[in-house]
């Protein structure tokens, strides 16, 4: 090379970035308020006819789905607050959504002044499917006056994206920004098996002692998956709790099989190993909360319960049980029925009932133990939906049926644990009847995600049902 000849530079030409309009239905804004920042530097369009839905839902008597919808008005006030009309219908900057120096944009269709046209196939406007329909006509329209741009609906109904496509529309899409995993079989169970002998494929580990405890220190590169307070065990002898991790090792706490399957809550004994473990997590003062996921039978709510007798009326623990669940949409309000809060939730609440009598059934008197255990143990019914703004200190809290929770439920619900507490998140993925959530996107399943790595949560998934032999064939094949 001639050390004389001049450098040649050449010109990298920066693509310029592509924006793209997407066009949200009314329940991606109840499912996720700030739905608005999530789409960084491309262009969101929410019809007029979204907003008129909005204000009709904030004044519902449903709690938690006007509290969103309130939200979500909120986020898009603060967005076009200074804007002028023609600002708002042509695209407002979102604060916070710049991606390469693009900031993203929103914008207010007047879809009230479309009317019919024979170039885009408008879908009916009837009283019946009215607000559906003007929704997926403002994603014709856009595609019609910009054939070549990316135009796209965005709705968590089922039904309305078949209808979109069908319509002709090019791009439909679920939500997906509440996704934290792309499979629900990846999701933490909260132990690991492994196969043949666990120290085969350990080639440096350090013993250490801490107080009365003995600890394995392994590298993390032997381990990269694991997270605190997770269980590891082989086909061998082997039983490990993960104590803790640091940037370079983990350190596990060895354990016997025999000595988890030996433990005792108010009477009851695990009948699997999961259960066993699932015991440990409840028992561990260093987990303030513990997220039990499982099929229906698997004794997850038993468990709960029993554990929490024992804290209270045997360790003294805790002063107060509360036992918590949302009502279902169909009786969201439960003002209308009589009695106090307790009474009224008592319908659906009756599988604890169910699991106090398995803890007492062999009583002279079952129900007069119930009833003593119930005052004893100072156990509350609560609803989810009238839980915000208190503070639960020195309590130990089951949250039932979690996985039709959304994510902002669940975080509403765990910001109200106080000092000196412990919660139980129990639920069971393939039991959601929320017809905005599936397992990807429920709740629980964020929690788990999210908190797995979190020194003072365990997670288990319990399974195994120990119900009845009918209850697991219905379980697996039904």
């Known amino acids: 090379m001639d050390s004389g000849s001049p450098l040649r530079v050449e010109k990298t030409t920066l693509k310029a970035v592509i924006k793209k309009t997407y066009v949200l239905d009314t329940n991606v804004l109840l499912h996720d308020p700030t739905a608005v920042t999530a789409f960084n530097e491309h262009h969101v369009v929410i019809p007029m006819t979204v907003l008129e839905e909005l204000d009709?839902?904030?004044?519902?008597?449903?709690?938690?789905?006007s509290r969103e919808a309130r939200i979500a008005i909120q986020m898009i006030d603060k967005v076009v607050d200074t804007a002028s009309p023609q600002e708002i219908q042509s695209g407002v900057p979102i604060p916070g959504s710049n991606r390469e120096g693009v900031p993203g944009t929103l914008a207010i269709y007047p879809d009230?002044?479309?009317?019919?046209?024979?170039?885009?196939?408008?879908?009916?406007?009837?009283?019946?499917?009215?607000?559906?329909?003007?929704?997926?006509?403002?994603?014709?329209?856009?595609?019609?006056?910009?054939?070549?741009?990316?135009?796209?609906?965005?709705?968590?109904?089922?039904?309305?994206?078949?209808?979109?496509?069908?319509?002709?529309?090019?791009h439909v899409e679920d939500y997906r920004r509440d996704r934290v995993?792309?499979?629900?079989d990846l999701l933490a169970r909260g132990y690991e098996h492994i196969e043949g002998d666990f120290w085969s494929d350990i080639s440096e580990v350090d013993t250490l002692r801490e107080g009365d405890c003995t600890l394995h220190r392994i590298p993390r590169r032997s381990l990269p998956n694991?997270?605190?307070?997770?269980?590891?065990?082989?086909?061998?002898?082997?039983?490990?709790?993960?104590?803790?991790?640091?940037?370079?090792?983990?350190?596990?706490?060895c354990d016997s099989r025999d000595k988890l399957m030996h433990r005792r809550f108010w009477g009851l004994a695990p009948r699997n190993l999961e259960q066993a473990m699932a015991m440990a997590l409840l028992e561990n003062d260093n987990v303030d909360m513990t997220v039990m996921t499982g099929p229906a039978g698997s004794g997850k709510t038993l468990l709960a319960l029993a554990y929490g007798l024992h804290a209270i009326l045997e360790q003294k623990r805790f002063s107060k049980l509360i036992v918590a669940r949302s009502t279902p949409p169909?009786?969201?309000?439960?003002?209308?029925l009589p009695g106090t809060e307790e009474e009224k939730m008592a319908p659906w609440l009756a599988a604890f009932d169910d699991n106090l009598e398995i803890l007492h059934g062999t009583d002279e008197s079952c129900h007069g133990s119930i009833?003593?255990?119930?005052?004893?143990?100072?156990?509350?019914?609560k609803s989810l939906n009238f839980m915000r703004g208190r503070s639960f200190n020195n309590a130990y809290i089951i949250i039932d049926e979690a996985q039709g929770l959304s994510q902002f439920q669940l975080k509403s619900v765990i910001s109200r644990v106080g000092a000196d507490s412990k919660i139980?998140?129990?639920?069971?993925?393939?039991?959601?009847?929320?017809?905005?959530?599936?397992?990807?996107?429920?709740?629980?399943?964020?929690?788990?995600?999210?908190?797995?790595?979190?020194?003072?949560a365990g997670i288990m998934h319990v399974n195994g049902i120990v119900r009845s032999r009918l209850a697991a064939f219905a379980e697996e094949q039904l």
């Open 226 to 253: 694991v997270y605190p307070n997770m269980f590891l065990y082989d086909d061998q002898a082997f039983m490990a709790f993960v104590k803790r991790i640091d940037s370079d090792y983990v350190y596990l706490h």
């Open 330 to 336: 169909i009786a969201e309000d439960i003002g209308f």
């Open 371 to 381: 009833a003593y255990v119930k005052e004893r143990a100072n156990i509350q019914f």
């Open 424 to 456: 139980v998140v129990l639920g069971n993925l393939a039991q959601i009847d929320n017809k905005y959530i599936s397992p990807l996107t429920s709740g629980l399943t964020y929690l788990v995600e999210k908190t797995k790595a979190y020194p003072h």
């Open 181 to 184: 995993l792309d499979d629900i």
């Open 112 to 170: 009230q002044l479309l009317s019919d046209d024979s170039d885009v196939p408008y879908l009916d406007v009837t009283q019946d499917q009215a607000n559906d329909n003007r929704i997926i006509n403002v994603a014709l329209r856009l595609q019609a006056e910009n054939p070549a741009a990316f135009v796209c609906l965005v709705t968590k109904d089922i039904n309305m994206r078949i209808k979109a496509k069908g319509s002709g529309l090019m």
């Open 56 to 65: 009709h839902i904030k004044d519902r008597h449903e709690k938690t789905v």
